[in-house]
């Protein structure tokens, strides 16, 4: 099928993209530049453009890797470095939001030092577990979740913090380990009693999945792998999976319930899209070590099946196209999919560090950080 560029629209110079919003027919598009918060509407179909301040811009924060150190950089404003700090250690991890820093820093004697930073650099809180062998920092718009696996009941906790004041909102002790985030929502899961247990959390801090449910947690399409990957924190989810031994939930974060539970597939490692309209769920299923994108009806049987697809980041999944976006070390691109006698055929390319932003009907929405295009699939 031949694919046709409909329009362009230049993003605002000196800007980063901060986070990314669907509605009907727009896409909000939030970019962090170096002295505000700009809010970039666009409708999808016609191109139409809205650019408004939102705000002064929060902090951001980066972690350099050195040999023997991590220098950590604190941003307030694209391009504007608020303050540095270098951490030595085994391992350091830092999430910025809104006014604060979390920096997580993992000592050789299996330590791990919480600090809560300002933007002036002044620590707010600091607290040391100890016996700490496994840690992760995530952070939703406004929540900061740090959460460990230990040697010690006391030494598994999950810390929840407020990015807007810094508080410490919620200390849990002997529940976490590892942890997955998108624009509203952080999941932190670990084991209790033998299971997997999953527990999740909006904005405010509060549980949106009331004494936790079994499963490992997925959010398609942009973190399909229940371990976190970076990057997908910027994205609002509409679906959360809770990917079990022999179920999938599809689970709605705004009403608080399971709306619909599926047999697993077999082989399947992650979730890409689960459609309730057509009936279809799209996997990722490693078979004999190689990785596959399988769509099947909810009865069992294949719809199609993907070649094999090495160094996928995510997959956007809608009708017959496939928005498959992959890393291949120094470049990034987004390889556009048709689906055609149940297999994928390759349509196009475009590189490089292009990310796909949408797919609906026949309409793919594309950015490289400086320009959003869309194209249709004709």
């Known amino acids: 099928m031949p694919i046709r560029h409909t329009w362009s629209r230049a993003l605002p110079s000196n800007c980063s993209l901060d986070a990314v919003r669907f509605r009907e027919e727009y896409i909000e598009l939030r970019l962090y530049c170096a002295d505000s918060m700009v809010l970039y509407t666009v409708n999808f179909i016609s191109g139409k453009v809205d650019v408004r301040r939102i705000g002064e811009p929060e902090l951001r924060g980066v972690t350099e890797r050195k040999r023997e150190f991590k220098t950590l950089i604190c941003f307030k404003g694209y391009g504007n470095r608020a303050w540095t700090k270098i951490y030595r250690g085994l391992n350091t991890k830092m999430v910025c939001r809104k006014d604060v820093c979390v920096i997580a820093n993992l000592k050789p004697n299996y330590a791990l030092d919480i600090n809560v930073v300002t933007g002036n650099g002044d620590v707010l809180e600091s607290v040391t577990v100890g016996g700490v062998y496994h840690f992760e920092v995530v952070g939703s718009d406004n929540l900061i979740a740090v959460t460990t696996r230990g040697i010690r009941a006391d030494s598994t906790i999950t810390m929840l913090i407020d990015g807007s004041t810094g508080s410490v909102i919620d200390h849990i002790t002997g529940f976490g380990g590892s942890a997955v985030s998108s624009l509203d929502y952080v999941f932190v899961y670990g084991e209790h009693e033998g299971k997997i247990i999953t527990h999740g959390y909006n904005n405010d801090g509060e549980e949106i999945i009331p ?5 490992l947690p997925v959010l398609p399409p942009f973190n399909p792998i229940p371990h976190k990957v970076p990057g997908s924190e910027i994205f609002e989810v509409k679906q959360v999976v809770l990917m079990g031994k022999n179920f999938l939930k599809l689970y709605n974060p705004e009403d608080y319930v399971i709306e619909y539970t599926l047999l697993k597939p077999p082989f399947t490692r992650g979730v890409f899209n689960i459609n309730v309209n057509n009936y279809t769920a799209a996997v990722l299923a490693q078979i004999m070590g190689m990785p596959f994108i399988i769509n099947y009806d909810f009865k069992g049987r294949v719809v199609w ?9 995510f997959a956007i999944i809608s009708g017959d196209i496939v928005a498959l976006y992959v890393d291949y ?6 390889k556009i999919y048709s689906v055609k006698d149940k297999t994928l055929v390759l349509e196009e390319s475009f590189g490089p560090n292009v990310l796909p932003l949408l ?13 959003v295009a869309s194209y249709m699939m004709e």
């Open 329 to 334: 070390g120094k470049m990034r691109e987004t």
């Open 211 to 215: 004494g936790g449910e079994e499963g």
């Open 305 to 313: 099946i993907s070649h094999i697809i090495r160094d996928t980041i």
């Open 359 to 371: 797919v609906r009907r026949s309409n793919i929405l594309l950015t490289d950080g400086r320009v």
